[in-house]
């Protein structure tokens, strides 16, 4: 979603939610004030939660624990006199330290990981507030401290009514700025698909940490809410049933959409209250609800309704989508590489998995304004090169060095922001995301922002044919608009070597042919492409130097007629009649008189 | 034995193969050439099940087995040894070799019969029997796989490039041994880019290109056909 | 101090029970089953259902618990986790914490809040040796479990089946290529972890009382267990239960037992930080 319809969606929500919220207000209905304060707390922790769970893909299980960390920080700096806003700045402070810490020790391992220790490190809060009753009062709780700013007490369901309509107003718009910037993107990009991301750039641990700990931002503040609207906290707000609550909301409503979190919040919240007949069922309803949710393969309330509103539309329309698209003529531009021009050398590379030798010193240089093929038979070790070079593994020998500036050892994303950008052989996306989605993080990791950066990104897109399609989601694209879409979130990086990994697999004659053209204008523009092809035609018609593997070291490199003609390179794929000889004389020779 | 007729595979928008048909007779040897990405794993996997078969028709032994799952078709008499040789590391040599006995194997039943078949084929497997799988070299590790598709005593069992990642010397013993398992009662439907290898020990061929059937005939005609290269480079 | 080893090594064993049974669903199908630590709870409510209801001897209760468990092992793969394989991790760990609550709100709704009191079978006595007084009881949990984890090690490395769940676990395509009817197969993982919940959860129940929330903060020291241990392998899950219930039971005595879950979560920082991957490391370089 863009930025503007981002906040425009936040501003609906926002006035839904104070014409509605503000109702027992005016009618004075105490009961429904104080659910109506309770849910808006929650309201307000869920929807930072979406920012975590939702928009990165990380599942905390102890996020109650700032909810909770932010309540009694908020209520003991109270109780030691501090001023108000410094109660405010060291109670969101804490929990976000919190965050950071947790995210830098766990984030680094297996998503599992992360949910255990959040969980454990939640459990150990709990267990230190429980017995630090000197200050936190134990068990037995604390009572928190009135608020009262000019003479207006904030203390007590309807007097902090008013604070958390604002607060949960300021957190939809947060949350949408948040979601729709960079970071945003970029997280998402992480929850996708967490290799891809990192190949295009993106600083996943960063990112996940950053989203993490604006999450407890989001929570921290709930907590305040929560405390001075109950005026009594006691260890039971961080005990991981809050935790696993916060969960379902999200997952009921609908994870990764910011009125899935708001539905979420009100839902699991009233639904307890309105339906007390079914008493001690409760629990087993709200476990079959969140089963269900995943079960049926939707995105909660939000996307059942979304899928409701589809069929309708397409009865109405009988539209198949967007099958029938066809690519747009590639519009002409010049892609200007960052920084100086290099070549990207391969010296020596050797790469074992277990027992068998993958790559065995591999030597190649792909030159800037070079079309350049990779190709040999299958298992000869392609892929293998292409993911030392991109840092997806670490060569055990040899180095990749991009002019001065050697590569192996890196993190692939920081290969990528050095100029070395790929694409995948299995074209990795997310289907509800828009085209512009898929591109923009990958402009923004270069440094523009705002309508530059969507300037950018639309403008990639005309010039791979993708014209028109910016806001289309791309789970409804053909293959070949995938394909391409790759090439141009690669191409957003301003790369100057770019790793074409089978581009052609799946494409038809001429797209193929609108993807040779493509390529030909990077060639123009100084780039270094390096296509990895199964597709012979395609490949050998492209490229002017051409290298093939064979068992992992190179058998042969020169021109495409050469290549061809090449006995060593027939027998890689045709094999040897027999093993001793390198290449039988007189079978090389009948398939050159052919030729 | 083996029918395929307009056989066509997807995934999702793309088309792996395409109005493919094909058969392999008792006892007789198979083999489906061409490059890389022409289709030859997409075949196989259709007939044992593992792909869906978006058209057309798979008969084994005269029953249609489309659709069917891939352990049930594996039970009823086709080893499938795939591409990569699927060796399963963590367990030893001879644990691989006697789990393939599955299809047949009841209670009480001795494998040992089998086992020495096996190993009399491959010496090397017998003095390693008690080793995990992963210490295994390429070689040894081809030889373990096609021990174990043995060891299901199929009738017919198809092989997914066998001479991958091997060394030419290796792929010449792998052969001949194939050679010599074909000579027995077995089918066999080997999918190989090493062509010279494959002709080597097939009776008849047919050659896959971009998911087609561009040539099929005895391995001594296409043997000698200058529209082999054609089929691998397009030129 | 013989003591509190002992009641470290016997609280590290039903962790380590917990643990395997929640590796070995783990290593079968690539997800996690939060719901594993409520099954330790039902485990301990059936056998108490059977000892109330059906006025069971104790040993047969322990055998009525791992024998529903099984079945209800078998249900959750069919009807949760078979329906979820396409799905991801995250989707299929969210949907078994639905699964938990259901679990429990099934047993709330049986059972009521109140705590009850499950006897051992070899009653409340204790024993005296070399000088200390240990709980007959304790030395019963840690004499199950030695002979649980020796007779799976040998049911592993010997009989068909136990090869046969190896296969499936490392390469599921690979064991059906074999013809090894995979589905069946983990559908006896389930039923086989579940009944390991069981049996820790009949095991634990003397020493607490039967609670809902008895499973719950077992499973996530078992987890604990394993991630320390090095997640994935079975060993390591054993000996991560054993060194987390040996770190709550000491440190629990020694320094604070106000503390007490904190020295079992806090050996998972200190892990985390020193040694990420766990005590037996468990290697494995992802292919693309």
């Known amino acids: 979603m863009s930025r503007a319809a981002s906040l425009r969606q936040a501003a609906y929500l926002a006035v839904v939610i104070v014409v509605i919220g503000s109702m027992p207000l005016l009618l004075d209905a105490g009961f429904y004030i104080q659910i109506g304060a309770t849910t808006g707390a929650f309201m307000v922790a869920v929807i930072g939660y979406n920012l975590v769970l939702g928009e990165t893909g990380l599942l905390s299980l102890g996020h109650a624990a700032f909810f909770g960390v932010g309540a009694y920080t908020f209520s003991v700096l109270r109780t030691e006199d501090v001023p108000t806003l410094l109660a405010v700045v060291g109670a969101i402070g804490l ?96 929850r996708d698909d967490e290799l891809g991301a990192e190949a295009m750039g993106v600083p996943v641990l960063r990112t996940s940490i950053s989203m993490f700990m604006i999450g407890a931002v989001f929570a921290a503040a709930a907590g305040c809410l929560y405390a001075l609207t109950l005026t009594f906290i006691d260890p039971s707000v961080l005990h991981y049933h809050e935790s696993i ?137 392609k892929s293998t090169l292409v993911n030392v070079i991109t840092g997806i593994y670490g060569p055990d020998e040899g180095a990749v060095m991009l002019g001065q500036t050697a590569l192996q050892g890196r993190r692939p994303d920081e290969i990528a922001r050095a100029g070395v950008a790929r694409t995948f052989q299995h074209t990795r996306t997310f289907e509800e995301l828009t085209v512009l989605d898929h591109v923009l993080p990958m402009v923004e990791s270069t440094g523009l922002q705002g309508v530059q950066a969507r300037d950018e990104a639309l403008s990639l897109l005309a010039a791979t044919g993708l014209e028109g399609t910016a806001d289309l989601a791309v789970g409804r694209l053909p293959h070949a608009h995938l394909r391409l879409m790759e ?109 | 034995m083996i029918q395929v007729k307009g056989l066509e595979v997807r995934y999702g928008a793309v088309t792996a193969l395409q109005d493919v048909s094909l058969q392999v007779d008792e006892g007789e040897c198979v083999a489906v050439l061409g490059a890389n990405g022409a289709g030859k794993t997409s075949l196989l996997r259709a007939i044992s099940g593992f792909a869906p078969t978006a058209a057309g028709e798979i008969r084994f032994k005269d029953e249609s087995i489309v659709g069917q799952r891939p352990e049930n078709i594996v039970r009823s008499g086709m080893s499938h040894v795939p591409e990569g040789r699927g060796i399963l590391g963590q367990l030893t040599v001879r644990e691989n070799l006697e789990l393939a006995t599955a299809p047949w194997r009841r209670r009480g039943d001795s494998i040992d019969e089998d086992l020495e078949r096996v190993h009399s084929l491959f010496p090397k497997l017998a003095e390693r029997r008690d080793q995990r799988a992963i210490s295994l070299s390429g070689g040894e590790a081809q030889m373990l796989a096609i021990g174990r598709g043995l060891m299901a005593r199929p009738r017919v069992m198809l092989l997914d490039e066998p001479s991958l990642g091997l060394a030419p010397v290796i792929v010449t013993r792998v052969f001949d041994v194939l050679e010599e398992v074909a000579a027995q009662q077995l089918a066999l439907l080997i999918v190989e880019q090493n062509a010279k290898q494959a002709l080597r020990v097939a009776d008849r061929v047919y050659v896959l290109s971009q998911g087609n059937v561009v040539m099929e005939g005895p391995a001594a005609e296409v043997r000698d056909d200058p529209k082999m290269a054609e089929a691998y480079f397009g030129v | 101090m013989l003591q509190l080893t002992v009641a470290g090594v016997a609280l590290g064993s039903i962790y380590a029970l917990v ?38 001897p104790i040993l047969v209760s322990w055998l009525v618990a791992v024998l529903m468990l099984g079945v209800l092992g078998m249900l959750t793969y069919r009807f949760v986790y078979r329906p979820l394989r396409h799905h991801p991790f995250l989707a299929v760990a969210i949907a078994t914490l639905g699964l938990a609550f259901v679990f429990r709100g099934v047993l709330f709704v049986i059972f009521g809040p109140q705590p009850a009191a499950l006897p051992s079978p070899v009653g409340g006595g204790a024993v005296s040796i070399g000088g200390a007084v240990v709980s007959r009881h304790l030395l019963l949990i840690i004499g199950v479990t030695a002979v649980l984890v020796v007779s799976q090690a040998l049911f592993f490395r010997h009989t068909f089946l136990g090869k046969s769940l190896r296969a499936t676990a490392e390469n599921q395509e690979v064991a059906r290529m074999l013809g090894l ?108």
């Open chain 1, 487 to 595: 090439i141009a979130r690669a191409l957003a990086l301003q790369p100057r070597v770019l790793l074409l990994d089978e581009p052609a697999a799946g494409l038809s004659g001429e797209e193929s042919e609108l993807l040779g053209r493509i390529i030909r204008q990077l060639e123009r523009d100084r780039l270094a492409v390096v296509v990895i092809e199964h597709n012979m035609p395609f490949v050998l018609g492209l490229a002017e130097s051409v290298t093939v593997l064979g068992e992992g070291s190179v058998i042969a490199r020169g021109r495409p007629d050469e290549i061809v003609n090449d006995p060593v390179v027939q027998e890689a794929y045709l094999g040897a009649e027999d093993s001793g000889a390198a290449g039988d004389p007189v079978d090389t020779t009948d398939n050159r008189s052919e030729q």
């Open chain 1, 245 to 381: 609550l916060l969960i379902a909301m999200l997952i009921v409503g609908g994870a990764g959409s910011l009125a899935g979190a708001v539905i979420g919040a009100v839902v699991i919240s009233l639904a307890p209250e309105l339906l007390r007949f079914i008493e001690h069922w409760w629990e087993i309803v709200f476990g079959v609800i969140i089963m269900l949710a995943i079960l049926s393969g939707r995105r909660g309330i939000v996307g059942f309704a979304g899928d409701l509103y589809q069929r309708v539309r397409q009865l109405r329309r009988h539209t198949t989508a967007e099958s029938g698209l066809s690519l747009a003529e590639v519009s002409e531009r010049s892609f200007t590489p960052r920084g100086e021009e290099h070549e990207l050398v391969v010296s020596g590379v050797r790469k074992s998995f277990g027992g068998v030798q993958a790559l065995d010193g591999v030597d190649v240089t792909f030159h800037p304004g070079e079309i350049h093929a990779l190709i040999g038979p299958n298992g000869s070790g």
């Open chain 1, 95 to 190: 929990p976000v330290l919190l965050a950071f810490f947790i995210g830098v020790i766990t984030l680094r391992v297996r998503h599992l990981y992360f949910a255990i220790a959040t969980f454990s490190i939640a459990e150990i809060i709990r267990n230190v507030i429980r017995e630090w009753d000197g200050v936190t009062g134990g068990v037995l709780g604390m009572s928190v401290p009135r608020l009262e700013i000019f003479d207006r007490s904030f203390s007590g369901a309807s007097g902090a009514y008013p604070l958390i309509l604002a607060t949960i107003v300021v957190a939809l718009f947060a949350h949408a700025y948040v979601s729709s910037s960079a970071l945003g993107r970029r997280a998402r990009a992480v």
């Open chain 3, 19 to 56: 643990a395997i049974g929640f590796v070995i669903i783990y290593r079968a199908t690539g997800a996690v089953n939060f719901a594993h630590g409520d099954m330790v709870t039902v485990g301990a409510f059936a056998a108490l259902w059977a000892t109330t209801v059906l006025e069971a």
């Open chain 3, 181 to 288: 009817r995979t589905n069946r197969i983990i559908l006896w993982t389930f039923a086989y972890g579940a009944g390991l919940a069981a049996v820790a959860g009949v095991l634990l129940a003397p020493v607490r009382f039967v609670t809902l929330d008895l499973g719950f903060g077992v499973l996530l020291k078992a987890i604990v267990g394993a991630i320390v241990g090095g997640f994935g392998s079975l060993p390591g899950a054993l000996v991560g239960g054993l060194i987390v219930g040996l770190a709550e039971v000491f440190g629990a005595s020694l320094i604070s037992s106000a503390f007490r879950d904190t020295f079992a979560f806090g050996i998972l920082i200190i892990i985390l930080l020193v040694r990420p991957h766990g005590l037996f490391q468990v290697k494995a370089e992802e292919k693309v």
